[in-house]
């Protein structure tokens, strides 16, 4: 089955500055990649999302990329704000049948310090 | 707009006692509905999702059951509760079809005694 993994697990970075996440997957057909930001023992909440059939994809101050060669994708924040600081998770689907399941990394703790 | 409600919000159980986590969405048909369960650090792990009423497809093997008696209502049970159980569980749904993303509820913090 689909596997996602995750790095970094821990990221900080000063306010102003880019943060960089990266996941890759295992399963070549998987085709919707959505990234979610989870704030302490809040929902998580779709950020951005992408299907396989585009590169990139941006939202003001984030973006992600995607790489179907090397199996993975990345989330791009510029301009981080320490409202940014929260956990932000990766996933994978194969999206068939009406429906998609989610494998979702770990997790990457970001903290944005003023 | 649509929202999806989730109770309760915490809940405390002793092993061996049963359990009844219930979700509901508001404003949409026919939504896919998935249970989640995330451990205290780590990612979410897919336990169940349904794609209509009384259609419920498992993930993952457990001591968990998980029932649709209605379009929008989506409850995970359990008829004795282990340690191992504790843990975020969140619902979530998304709209029907393939490329839609999914919207999660508040979630259930289950700590088991």
């Known amino acids: 089955g689909e596997n996602v993994e995750q790095h970094p697990s821990t990221l900080s970075v000063q306010e102003g500055d880019s943060a960089v996440i990266k996941c890759t997957y295992s399963d070549s057909a998987s085709n919707y990649f959505p990234w979610y930001k989870q704030e302490l023992g809040k929902r998580p909440q779709l950020i951005i999302d992408i299907r396989s059939n585009v590169g990139e994809k941006k939202d003001q101050r984030i973006a992600v990329t995607l790489n179907k060669t090397a199996k993975h994708f990345s989330l791009h924040i510029t301009e981080t704000q320490p409202e940014d600081s929260a956990v932000y998770f990766c996933?994978?689907?194969?999206?068939?049948?009406?429906?998609?399941?989610?494998?979702f990394g770990a997790g990457t703790r970001l903290a944005v310090h003023p | 707009s649509q929202t999806i409600h989730q109770w309760p919000a915490t809940l405390v159980q002793p092993v061996g006692s049963p359990l009844s986590l219930e979700c509901t969405v508001e404003g949409t048909s026919n939504p896919n509905l998935y249970w989640y369960r995330q451990a205290a650090g780590r990612g979410l792990q897919l336990l169940f999702y349904s794609v209509g009423i009384g259609q419920i497809s498992s993930e993952v093997p457990q001591n968990l059951s998980a029932s649709r008696p209605q379009d929008r209502q989506f409850i995970l049970s359990s008829k004795k509760l282990l340690l191992s159980d504790s843990g975020f569980y969140l619902c979530?749904?998304?709209?029907?079809?393939?490329?839609?993303?999914?919207?999660f509820g508040d979630g259930t913090r289950l700590s088991i005694l």
């Open positions: 996933a994978a689907s194969i999206v068939s049948g009406g429906y998609n399941k989610l494998i």
């Open positions: 979530a749904w998304s709209a029907p079809g393939g490329f839609q993303p999914q919207h």
